[in-house]
Antibody, heavy 124, light 110 residues
Framework: QLQLQESGPGLVKPSETLSLTCTVSGGSISRSTLYWAWIRQSPGKGLEWIATIDYSGRTYYHPSLESRVTISVDTSKNEFSLRLRSVTAADTAAYYC????????????????WGQGTLVSVSS | QAVLTQPPSVSAAPGQKVTISCSGSSFNIGDNYVSWYQRLPGTAPRLLIYDNGKRPSGIPDRFSASKSGTSATLGIVGLQTGDEGDYYCGTWDSSLNTLVFGGGTKLTVL
């Protein structure tokens, strides 16, 4: 059974970089029709898609976050990662990693497997 | 402010039926497929519906969904206390060029 598990610091200082990793087990990350994503939910708010990547490193970013975000993949470790630079209190959220099915050309616009999520607080 | 509008909460008795609405625009729901997610307390979100009305394997047929114009609706019949949680709709927005979600609806099974 496919499982996704987020890991990373639960507390990040303002202006620093938030770094999270999602480890995928029970399936390979290296399929051309699978895509891997980060989604977050700030307290009291709805879900917000951040970025998606495929095994080859092809990336898709939320336009409003693109300047601060890097998503990357490490197929040898079956994991993918998120880096969010210059964080502020507004980046405090539960961060989820998830999988999207897709085609060789693009991901579908939904997520069929999710991690449990990890809470990241931005505070000095 | 979420791009897609959902009621903050809905409630119904066990065994009854409930519907959750998701309202958008011609740029999102009106032009793209809608998906629905369930998040039960303390658990990861789960995909309930994709492509407007398709259920992934393992999702019971108590859950159904439809789309009409710029709105979508999730229906749950035979409500169980285990259905209590938050429900979200999602779709692509062709104007914003990003995936968008609703603000979520908290379902209470009285």
């Amino acid at each position: 059974q496919l499982q996704l598990q987020e890991s990373g610091p639960g507390l990040v200082k303002p202006s620093e970089t938030l770094s999270l990793t999602c480890t995928v087990s029970g399936g390979s990350i290296s399929r051309s029709t699978l895509y891997w994503a980060w989604i977050r939910q700030s307290p009291g708010k709805g879900l917000e898609w951040i970025a998606t990547i495929d095994y080859s490193g092809r990336t898709y970013y939320h336009p409003s976050l693109e300047s601060r975000v890097t998503i990357s993949v490490d197929t040898s470790k079956n994991e993918f990662s998120l880096r969010l630079r210059s964080v502020t209190a507004a980046d405090t959220a539960a961060y989820y990693c998830a999988r999207s099915p897709g085609t060789d050309l693009a991901p579908k616009d939904y997520f069929d497997h999710w991690g449990q999520g990890t809470l990241v607080s931005v505070s000095s | 402010q979420a791009v897609l509008t959902q009621p903050p909460s809905v409630s119904a008795a066990p065994g009854q039926k409930v519907t959750i609405s998701c309202s958008g625009s011609s740029f999102n729901i009106g032009d793209n497929y809608v998906s629905w997610y369930q998040r039960l307390p303390g658990t990861a979100p789960r995909l309930l519906i994709y492509d407007n009305g398709k259920r992934p394997s393992g999702i019971p047929d108590r859950f159904s969904a439809s789309k009409s114009g710029t709105s979508a609706t999730l229906g749950i019949v035979g409500l169980q206390t285990g259905d209590e949680g938050d429900y979200y709709c999602g779709t692509w927005d062709s104007s914003l060029n990003t995936l968008v979600f609703g603000g979520g609806t908290k379902l209470t099974v009285l």
